[in-house]
């Protein structure tokens, strides 16, 4: 029982703050929420734990999925398509990370969120990204 100890303090809240009503804003939690999950699998990393390294690794996969999901194909035409590959290389670094504890792959998950954040903050287009925006 002492391998799951560090769920413990794992608290999920389910109300969405009020000022993140939009789906621009949700997005953006969500960027932040994966890169925070990156950054406490990489300290797990470095502390050696594995468990807990592979959990916030699941954490943020899912976040992966649900901006993955978001995604408006249809309307977001090249932009979405763009997006939708730049989820599947994360996505796969994911994989590798979960895999090769010891590979630099979060990292580079890390890195390729961050630009895709930096991207969706500068992008005019992005409420046709976003499914039920259009």
Known sequence: MASIAF???YVRSTEIPPQA??????IQILFLSALKKIDQAQEAKRSG???EQGFYIGRTTSIV????DALDMD??????QDYDRVYDHID???QIAAREPESEALAHAREALCQLSACWRANSCKTVLIKGTA
């Open 21 to 26: 009503a939009d789906g621009d804003q949700l």
């Open 65 to 68: 999925d649900a901006l993955r």
């Open 7 to 9: 769920l413990e303090p």
């Open 49 to 51: 734990r594995q468990t």
């Open 92 to 94: 796969l670094c994911l």
């Open 75 to 80: 309307a977001g035409g090249q932009a979405a």
